[in-house]
């Protein structure tokens, strides 16, 4: 199982990035798929939950409305779409799933957001 997440960078406050987080090794499709976050000093975070063929997602409170997560299962595809960023949104960001039992995480992406 390998997930590969890309797309951060530096972008200034109410900017907008598009984070694309690759998989393999596992039946894409067939799982729910996750961004999380982590601050500086702070503990990892859900942001957003996506089901299997995207019908649903769920948010956390501090982005709804403002980050949109999707995905593409002919391209094993997972991607979260980030407007009108803020400063508290400086983290890096990683996908997860969980396959057979087992969690797994990308390296991460690094999101800095400053003027």
């Known amino acids: 199982v390998q997930l590969v997440e890309s797309g951060g960078g530096l972008v200034q406050p109410g900017g907008s990035l598009r984070l694309s987080c690759a998989a393999s090794?596992?039946?894409?499709?067939?799982?729910?798929m996750s961004w999380y976050r982590q601050a500086p000093g702070k503990e990892r975070e859900l942001v957003a939950t996506?089901?299997?063929?995207?019908?649903?997602?769920n948010y956390a409170d501090s982005v709804k409305g403002r980050f949109t997560t999707s995905r593409n299962n002919t391209k094993n595809s997972l991607y979260l779409q980030m407007n009108s960023l803020k400063p508290e949104d400086t983290a890096v960001y990683y996908c997860?799933?969980?396959?057979?039992?087992?969690?797994?995480w990308g390296q991460g992406t690094q999101v800095t957001v400053s003027s």
């Open positions: 997860k799933t969980v396959w057979g039992l087992k969690g797994y």
């Open positions: 090794g596992f039946t894409f499709s067939s799982v729910h």
């Open positions: 996506i089901t299997r063929a995207g019908a649903s997602t």
